[in-house]
């Protein structure tokens, strides 16, 4: 069973940068596609990015591609998110998750019925 704990939210101005950790325990994070979502109020969860176990990259919104960044520390069991150049409209709460499979499929549409989810951190971008 693995337990995701996410950390690094806050306020940042238009412009800034925030880096978000996703702590996991109870197993191996590098086992598991890693994944970053974020909701919006009034708004559908949606996937910013998922990065596979196996080496072979990230995948990325479109709305995120070149401001965004995925790492792990497999020696920390922790998956990273790097925001740079924010924008207001990436105010979310954003989630960390881990699935066994089928990683491509869950940036498209996250399922929030499967996998590993984290409780969320919130961030918040001022224009």
């Known amino acids: 069973q693995l337990h995701l704990v996410e950390s690094g939210g806050g306020s940042v101005q238009a412009g800034g940068s925030l880096r978000l950790s996703c702590a996991a325990s109870?197993?191996?994070?590098?086992?598991?596609?890693g994944g970053w979502f974020r909701q919006a109020p009034g708004k559908e969860r949606e996937g910013v990015a998922v990065?596979?176990?196996?080496?072979?990259?990230?995948l990325y919104a479109e709305s995120v591609k070149g401001r965004f960044t995925v790492s792990r520390d497999n020696a920390k069991n922790t998956l990273y998110l790097q925001m740079n150049s924010l924008k207001s409209e990436d105010t979310a709460m954003y989630y960390c998750?881990?699935?066994?499979?089928?990683?491509?499929?869950?940036?498209?549409?996250?399922?929030?019925?499967?996998?590993?989810w984290g409780q969320g951190t919130h961030v918040t971008v001022s224009s």
């Open positions: 998750a881990a699935f066994g499979d089928r990683c491509a499929a869950t940036l498209a549409d996250p399922p929030e019925s499967r996998g590993y």
């Open positions: 990065n596979y176990p196996d080496g072979r990259g990230t």
């Open positions: 109870g197993d191996i994070l590098m086992n598991y596609c």
